[in-house]
Structure formats: structure tokens, C-alpha cells
């Protein structure tokens, strides 16, 4: 009878490449869903980042969607943090707050609300990722069978004889590089993946064809009025973007973006001058956005500027590659999103809860059965939103006639899915 219960799972050891909100997802979910009667595996998470929030990188906010099943809030409802993710949201929750678009004058072109599925809250909610994933790596760490080795990144992989996978990985700039052996590796290291350049080196990321230029206005008190809960995009109608997003009471994350050709940014973020740069390249670029803009960019703090090229990559299946290392990609590991999708969190939420619902579920045989049926589901949700986050970027830069045709058909309402990632 012992025997039957067993599971190809049961006392091993798992080691989770990256702790984003997909690694720290998919550990919340293989407490949730481990059966209590077995012995539980054993999970690390090495992370890159430090333990101390106020040193992460992270100074802005992301949005989870409640209209469907894809939606980072089932995802976080399955998980059981649902209620502590929300109390956090900075807009969207009791009805408050929208994704809009403006014109370059800040008339609003469309407000877009959309029913929360029955159960969920809201059906779109703006939070911290910082805050997101603090809410996460508190969970995992509630178990004692989950550590994290912060300010710890991988460096390389290779599969041992004995069918186990070693993970050589270096703790801050100067450490000496250690090894973490492991029976299963999940890899979430995000979109510029080192895993994935060693495992899959052709499988790169691609010039999603724009340059994002921002960073985080700071206020005394609180933000402009109509950035304080709205969120979205202002359109200058000659083929500049800025999209806007509160981070919290104080601040809001701004980004301009313009279709160029793909010539690298060039921006240095430890430099002060390369700063200035990209904010007055970012002001000239937005110069017909009507107030607050120019209050926006004069608030800017200087450490927090960014200039992204944006690019992205479509999922991928693992199929035969399982046999050579038992090792799976999620969240932007596998299928990378440009910032102008606004999903990739609610991707990387699904995939943790997904990959570790396979992988728990009593009927599972092995770790490449539990991948296969991972694929199954991960993969055409990825593919549809990548595709239809570069046809926003391409209509959300682009001008005259077919600008005009846009708006006009969102306000009809047949453009939702697109603008919201469906």
C-alpha cells in the first residue's frame, strides 16, 4: 500500500532558478498542493536580489487581471493570497480606477472596465511588484521545507551521471562560485534567462520593434490627480507613447515609448549624465503631451530612470529535451513579454501554480508526464498573449488613419481583449 502511494517527488530535492513572482509562486504552490500524507520535497530558491526590499530593484507597479481564468488574481486566489495581494493594490479595488487612454491633451479617449470573474474582487488591480513579492516569499519561506540564498545568481547547469542536475552558482559580485545538486530544476530567471542561454543559446529574445524611456516621479505629497488610481496609456497621435501607472500614494511610473530601429539604448544606469539623457530625450519625445506631464518627468528620481529596448519571445514546448535534463522554463524564462503587454505577471502567477498542480496531481507518473500536461496549458496561453501584445505596440504607435480607426473601434468595444492582454 506504501508503495502505491508513492510519488517520483517524495523527499526529493527541487531547486528554483530565480525568485520572481513565478519561481515564489510555484514554491507557495507546491506547499498548497503537496499531499500532507507524503514526505514533502525540498525546495531552494536562489535568487539574485537582496533580501532587504528597500535594495531590490523593483520601484513600480504591475497589473493583475480578474476577468478570466489567465488573470493573476485566480491564480492568486488558488494560492491562497489573494486577500493579502489586493489589501496592497494601489488602484482598481471597490470599482476605483481604470486602464484609460488619453489624448496628448489628457482627454479621454476610452475608459475600460471589465466584470471580475464571480469570486474575484476586482478586474483589474495595480500593485507593487516589490509588494507582490513580498507577500510571496513570506508564504514559501512559512514552510520549512523552502530557503532562499538571496543575492545569489546561476551561473551555469549540467546534467550528472546519475541523472541529477547540478546548478554552479556565485553569491554577489566577489563570491566564489558553489554548487546546489538537485533532483528538478525550475528555471525562472527571468527574461534575459543565463539558464536559458546555456540550456537553449538559439532560443533568444526579439526587438519587439520599440524603446521605452522613464522612470519613477516622486511627489511631496500625493500624485497628480488623474494619475492617483487611473492607469494607461497617453497617445500623441504622430507615434509617441507614454504610459503611466501609480507605484503608491507618492509616486508614479511613467514611460515613453517610440518605435525605433533596433541600435542598442546605450544607457549606463550607474551614471548620472546617462540619467539626464534619456529623461530630456524622453521630454523632447513627449513634447506634445499636455500637463502634468512636464511636471511628471521634473519629479523623475535620477537612480530610477530606464531606457528598454523592448523585446520579447514566444513559449516553447520541452518535449524531447526533458530526457537530457529534467529541467523546465516558466514565466518569462520561457515566454519573455515587452513591458507594453501589462500580463507578464499573471503569466508567471499561472505558470508557478500550474507547473506545481501537474506536478502534485495524484495521477502524475513523472516529471515529464507532469511537464507535458504543464505545456499543454502554459504554452497557448503565452503564444496569445505575445501575439497580441505586438499588435497593441504596433497600433499603440501608430498614426493618422489607422490611429484614428483604433480608438474608434475601441470605443465600440471590439478591441478589449487587445488592450487588456486577452
Known amino acids: 500500500m506504501a508503495d502505491d502511494r508513492k510519488h517520483f517527488l517524495e523527499g526529493k530535492s527541487i531547486v528554483v532558478a530565480g525568485g520572481g513572482i513565478a519561481g515564489s509562486a510555484f514554491a507557495v504552490a507546491i506547499r498548497r498542493l503537496w499531499d500532507p500524507s507524503l514526505h514533502p520535497?525540498?525546495?531552494?530558491?536562489?535568487?539574485?536580489?537582496?533580501?532587504?526590499?528597500?535594495q531590490q530593484r523593483e520601484g513600480y507597479s504591475l497589473s493583475l487581471a480578474g476577468h478570466d481564468n489567465s488573470g493573476g488574481l485566480a491564480a492568486l486566489k488558488k494560492l491562497g493570497l489573494l486577500d493579502d495581494v489586493v489589501g496592497r493594490a494601489v488602484s482598481g479595488v471597490e470599482g476605483k480606477g481604470a486602464f484609460k487612454i488619453w489624448g496628448p491633451n489628457w482627454k479621454e479617449k476610452i475608459s475600460l472596465k471589465r466584470k471580475p470573474m464571480a469570486g474575484l474582487p476586482a478586474a483589474s488591480v495595480r500593485v507593487a511588484r516589490r509588494e507582490l513579492r513580498q507577500v510571496l516569499h513570506d508564504a514559501a519561506l512559512s514552510s520549512d521545507t523552502c530557503s532562499i540564498q538571496w543575492e545569489t545568481?546561476?551561473?551555469?547547469?549540467m546534467r550528472l551521471e546519475n541523472g541529477r542536475v547540478r546548478v554552479t552558482a556565485q553569491k554577489g559580485p566577489d563570491g566564489r562560485p558553489h554548487e546546489e545538486d538537485c533532483d528538478l530544476l525550475v528555471v525562472a530567471d527571468g527574461a534575459s534567462s543565463k539558464l536559458r542561454a546555456v540550456l537553449r543559446p538559439d532560443d533568444k529574445l526579439q526587438y519587439a520593434g520599440a524603446v521605452l524611456r522613464g522612470g519613477l516621479a516622486r511627489f511631496d505629497r500625493r500624485t497628480p490627480k488623474s494619475l492617483d488610481e487611473d492607469w494607461g496609456f497617453q497617445l500623441s497621435g504622430d507615434g509617441v507613447s507614454c504610459f503611466y501607472s501609480p507605484v503608491d500614494k507618492d509616486s508614479v511610473v511613467w514611460a515613453v515609448g517610440h518605435m525605433?530601429?533596433?541600435q542598442g539604448t546605450g544607457f549606463d544606469s550607474?551614471?548620472?549624465?546617462?540619467?539626464?539623457?534619456?529623461i530630456a530625450q524622453a521630454r523632447q519625445l513627449g513634447a506634445?503631451?499636455?500637463?502634468p506631464f512636464e511636471t511628471i518627468v521634473d519629479h523623475t528620481d535620477s537612480t530610477t530612470v530606464m531606457c528598454i529596448?523592448?523585446?520579447?519571445?514566444?513559449?516553447?514546448?520541452h518535449g524531447d529535451e526533458l530526457d537530457k535534463m529534467p529541467a523546465v522554463f516558466i514565466g518569462d524564462s520561457n515566454h519573455a513579454l515587452s513591458p507594453f503587454a501589462g500580463f507578464g505577471a499573471n503569466l508567471a502567477l499561472?505558470?508557478?501554480?500550474?507547473?506545481?498542480?501537474?506536478?502534485?496531481?495524484?495521477?502524475?507518473?513523472?516529471?515529464?508526464?507532469?511537464?507535458?500536461?504543464?505545456?499543454?496549458?502554459?504554452?497557448?496561453?503565452?503564444?496569445?498573449i505575445v501575439k497580441a501584445s505586438r499588435q497593441k505596440l504596433r497600433v499603440g504607435h501608430s498614426t493618422g488613419?489607422?490611429?484614428?480607426?483604433?480608438?474608434?473601434?475601441?470605443?465600440?468595444?471590439?478591441?478589449?481583449?487587445?488592450?487588456?492582454?486577452?
Open 260 to 262: 525605433e530601429p533596433d
Open 401 to 422: 488613419f489607422r490611429l484614428w480607426l483604433f480608438c474608434f473601434m475601441l470605443a465600440l468595444g471590439k478591441f478589449v481583449g487587445l488592450v487588456l492582454g486577452r
Open 309 to 317: 529596448s523592448a523585446r520579447d519571445k514566444m513559449p516553447f514546448s
Open 153 to 157: 545568481r546561476c551561473i551555469s547547469v
Open 288 to 291: 506634445r503631451f499636455h500637463e
Open 350 to 384: 499561472n505558470d508557478g501554480w500550474d507547473l506545481a498542480e501537474q506536478l502534485c496531481c495524484r495521477g502524475a507518473t513523472s516529471f515529464a508526464a507532469a511537464v507535458r500536461g504543464y505545456d499543454a496549458v502554459s504554452v497557448p496561453r503565452a503564444a496569445r
Open 270 to 278: 550607474r551614471s548620472e549624465k546617462s540619467a539626464l539623457q534619456v
Open 41 to 54: 520535497p525540498t525546495i531552494v530558491i536562489l535568487e539574485r536580489d537582496s533580501e532587504d526590499v528597500s
